[in-house]
């Protein structure tokens, strides 16, 4: 056999060729007219409509069977028909041969990719990629359901309700659960709840529906009930929609808790003790899960609670935040980990610092610097590592976090809070912004603190950090920076009044926020320096009344009671009944601020009848204690995997070289007041000298032992 010759048998036989099944007709001179074996799917037929010199016979399969095999592969085609073609050159008739098999969308990549954007705060992009890749699946409720909570972070209430009233339909198509019901339909049922709960968020911000909200919780908590009856195995596969589950209800009791006294402690504590879920979403890599959990319940109970619950450690102890780094071992540079753990210390920082209808405590100040000073590593490691990521939501919040802080650790900052106290009415601190609840007419108005001058202003940015947010579409992000910038500012009142018309803008016109608008409305009552703009005041006060469902809410008190104020000083005559204001709000307001009127004694200025046996507290509730101690293992159990599931759409962090799926807890002396990020726990001394660490092209300072 020439060399050519024996090239070409290689050639074919490594893409598969046998001689051996290859017969040619011996009456056949044209030695290119060769029977060829093809198999195709049992539902497709032999090709039809040729003429005699193209022979097809689903007989012959039978006698195939005997002939050799091509490859060891084919095997498990046996049960597939064999299609016998002769193929003639010279013919000039053509096959056609229809082939049909099972094509599915990449959906799961899809939505990870997507949830990606969403938790970067790229919600322009996320939006066109949901239009280019998703919008023709929405009426699948994994898809609806991140769709939807993309809109509820991006603060883009009124598109959300738009969105929800087009998809009715996902709402009513799951019954309710029971015990027993299949595993297929529970977890139908946590996707009904999801979107329920979405929409109830939505609802309270668009329509300030917070009744209707609060029985929404008290729906879903009866299916919860249900399926968690049927849990036998103490280890918890946990699932995204459980924890978002869990992770809305407790947004939607803490804001109706601010606002109401409708929340009974028994509610909280059931959607509270959940602390166990963490070492589970800990076990399985679930960061971004994970960081949806303690951050709801930091909003719900606090970061005091929140760390009793989570790690049973006392956030003001000098290894409280260790722990949590350790866990998630940031010794090996993750996007998604650095992410979800400066999200985490940001939302510290801001509950800790936080007036509410107090100061901050002096211990929580400075337990919320040395938080600060973890975050600044973590945001410091992701701009040299991912520079790109400085145009994103934790970094922007870093800014804004890092700028609260040094404001109220800075003695001018009590400038505003020592003006406004001077004064007879009760000062109620929501959002960062203050408002004054007047007892007659009085205005302390707007009397901002004097700022030491610096290379950089803070000003400067966070007007940069305003254009960024505003670029990725972020509202929620952009109006808090505004706000902060509103503190910031020792300028005129006409740069003030410019800002303040921007944030009405964006939560009237772009939000949908109707009370956020309601609160930035009642902030401007101490901007209102003369007639015109009182005037201009009380009259969107009135185009506000459109908006209300009844509820005797904190903002629609102080709503009432300024507008009186304003009215009284323009000298108007106001139509108000005293007992809709005493026997609504004297049981419904929120029992801080109730404690707060008893105690400077104006109860009977404001023309309430308040029970003086429940005024214990100078704070919100979590400033008290409470049953901190977890339900049982056995309150949650493995579920088998399941079509219906619903995955994590996050990107896994990556393990270094040997490390455990399971962390396990630090021991006490494995803690140190050095900050342990990039190193991890088993290097980690408490006598070791800092030092940086190369991974990828930069990371954090830590301790270790190398030099």
Known sequence: MDLPTQRERQRRNAHGFNFNSFHFDSDEADPSRALVNRRFPPMVGAPSGQDASLETSREQHAASSSLPQRDPAASIQEAYPTVQTFLNAKSRNDITVHFEMEVGEDLDS?????????????????????????????????????????????????????????????????????????????????????????????????????????????????????????????????????????????????????????????????????????????????????????????????????????????????????RLLGDWNMAHYDESTYLAILDILVSVIGDLCSFSVTLPEREHLITSERCLLYAHSVAICLKENSPELMKSRPYLRWVLAKSELERKLNPSEMNLHGHLSAFPGLVIWMNTLPIYVPIKSENPLWHPGEHEQASTSPDELLEAAVGTACELGDYTTEIACLTELICCSSGALDVLGERFNR?????????????????????????????????????????????????????????????????????????????????????????????????????????????????????????????????????????????????????????????????????????????????????????????????????????????
């Open 503 to 707: 944030i009405r803008h964006l939560q009237l016109n772009s939000q949908g926020n109707i009370l956020g608008y309601q609160q930035t409305c009642l902030t401007r009552y101490l901007t209102t320096t003369s007639g015109q703009a009182r005037r201009d005041l009380v009259a969107e006060i009135k185009e506000l009344k459109g908006f209300k469902t009844g509820d005797y809410s904190l903002s629609e008190w102080c709503t009432l009671v300024i507008e009186d104020a304003l009215c009284f000083s323009l000298g108007d005559i106001v139509d108000k009944s005293p007992a809709v204001l005493d026997e609504g709000f004297s049981t419904y307001l929120p029992q801080y601020i109730k404690d707060q009127i008893i105690h400077r004694r104006l109860e009977k200025t404001y023309g309430l009848h308040l029970n003086h046996d429940k005024a214990n507290s100078n704070g919100p509730r979590w400033s008290n204690g409470r049953n901190l101690s977890p339900e049982p293992l056995l309150a949650y159990s493995r579920r088998a995997s399941s079509a219906a599931r619903r995955a994590s759409y996050e990107r896994m962090r990556h393990r270094g070289p040997g490390e455990s799926s399971t962390i396990a807890s630090l021991s006490e002396d494995d803690q140190t007041n050095a900050s342990v990020i990039g190193l991890s726990p088993s290097d980690r001394r408490s006598s070791s000298p800092l030092r940086r660490i190369p991974t990828r092209r930069s990371t954090v300072e830590s301790a270790s032992d190398s030099p």
């Open 110 to 322: 899809w939505l990870e990719e997507f949830s990606r954007l969403k938790r970067l705060g790229h919600f322009h992009a996320a939006e066109q990629y949901f239009d280019d890749n998703l919008r023709d699946l929405s009426s699948i409720l994994p898809v609806a359901i991140e769709y939807a909570d993309m809109l509820v972070e991006q603060g883009a209430y009124k598109r959300l309700r738009q969105f929800m009233s087009s998809h009715k339909a996902l709402l009513n198509s799951v019954e309710r659960a029971d015990r027993g019901c299949s595993e297929a339909k529970k977890f139908q049922v946590l996707y009904r709840a999801n979107l329920l709960l979405i929409d109830a968020f939505a609802a309270m911000h668009s329509a300030a529906k917070l009744g209707e909200a609060y029985g929404k919780v008290r729906l879903i908590e009866q299916d919860m009930r249900s399926i968690l009856k049927q849990s036998q195995e103490p280890d918890a596969s946990l699932d995204s929609s459980e924890i978002q589950v869990i992770r809305y209800a407790l947004r939607i009791l803490s804001k109706i808790e601010k606002e109401t006294d409708l929340v009974p402690e028994s509610q909280f504590n059931y959607w509270s003790n959940w602390g166990h879920l963490y070492r589970p979403l800990l076990a399985a890599s679930q960061v971004s899960d994970a960081r949806d959990l303690i951050m709801a319940s930091i909003e719900a109970e606090g970061a005091p609670n929140t760390w009793k619950i989570m790690f049973q450690m006392d956030i003001h102890s000098p290894q409280a935040f260790n």
